[in-house]
Structures are given as structure tokens and as C-alpha cells.
């Protein structure tokens, strides 16, 4: 098994980052690891120059407020500057993570081609696995067992009509 101790959650006030931070968050606590929420400022916020110190220190304080629900969990809050695949691929191996989870937009076509896919960069650099999530969970869906398969011919014929 591998050891996780340190879990990278890249986060950008998305359903899918919000659904991701709390898989994570899950996986931290079974591992007892730390977790490392990483937002990025993109290029695109920079267009006019440097943001402004009061933008960014609004971003932390907004960033630090997202937590899990365990108050023993341990949780590093990170802002970085720039193109967003690359500073999460810098966080993760300055801070030698064991894992990143990352929440994907999951878009194809035009909006793929134009845009770019972070998550998919993310996944062929990765210093370590990552794990990607393209649609938000509830911390119910993550936490309980997923229910068994019916058992018996009705299964099978479900998978191999007669």
C-alpha cells in the first residue's frame, strides 16, 4: 500500500474542486495526511500587471476558510502566481506530495481545444498519482460503502441479454 501523507487539492471555488477537496479531505482523514489546498491566480488576472496585495491576501483569507469537518486535520492553505498546470505540478513536487486530487471540468470539443485541460497536463506530469473527479459528490456518496451488485441471473442477464 502506499503511504499518503501529504494530499495536493488544487481549488478554484468549482463544484468539481469542491467535490474533489472532499474526497481528499476523506482520504486524508483515513491516512491521517496533510492536506495542501493549492488556488491558483491565472495568468489571466495578471494581464495588467502584478494583482494587488489586498487581492491576494482576500483570496488566502478566503481560501483558508475552506476546511474539513475534523478540527485535528491538518491543512496548508497555498496561493500561487501563473499557469495553473504548472503550479500545480511545482506544489506537488516542492512539497512531495503522495497524491493530488483534482476536480475536472470535463470539457470536450471547442471549449477543450481552446482552453486547454489542466487536469489532463496534471495527469501525464504528476510527480505522484492523481486521482480525478468530474462531478461533484456529497460527503455521504464518499464516506459510506458502495452498495454491492445484485447477485444471481438478473445480474447476468443485465450484462448478457439472452
Not at 503522495?98 to 475536472?104: C, K
Request: glycine share 6%; hydrophobic share 40%; with cysteine.
Amino acid at each position: 500500500m502506499l503511504p499518503i501523507e501529504r494530499i495536493l487539492v488544487p481549488f478554484d471555488w468549482s463544484a468539481e474542486s469542491k467535490g474533489a477537496f472532499q474526497l481528499a479531505a476523506s482520504i486524508g482523514r483515513k491516512y491521517e495526511a496533510e492536506l495542501i489546498v493549492l488556488y491558483v491566480v491565472p495568468l489571466s488576472a495578471m494581464m495588467y500587471g502584478p494583482p494587488p496585495e489586498s487581492y491576494l491576501n482576500h483570496l488566502h483569507e478566503e481560501l483558508c476558510r475552506l476546511r474539513p469537518g475534523e478540527a485535528k486535520a491538518r491543512v496548508r492553505h497555498v496561493l500561487f502566481e501563473g499557469d495553473p498546470a504548472t503550479a500545480i505540478l511545482t506544489a506537488a513536487a516542492e512539497s512531495h506530495c503522495d497524491l493530488i486530487v483534482i476536480g475536472t471540468h470535463a470539457r470536450t470539443g471547442l471549449k477543450r481545444l481552446l482552453s486547454g485541460s489542466v487536469a489532463e497536463e496534471v495527469v501525464r506530469k504528476a510527480p505522484c498519482p492523481v486521482l480525478t473527479m468530474n462531478r461533484p459528490v456529497t460527503t455521504d456518496q464518499i464516506d459510506q460503502p458502495s452498495p454491492l451488485p445484485p447477485s444471481g441471473r438478473e445480474n447476468h442477464a443485465a450484462l448478457h441479454p439472452l
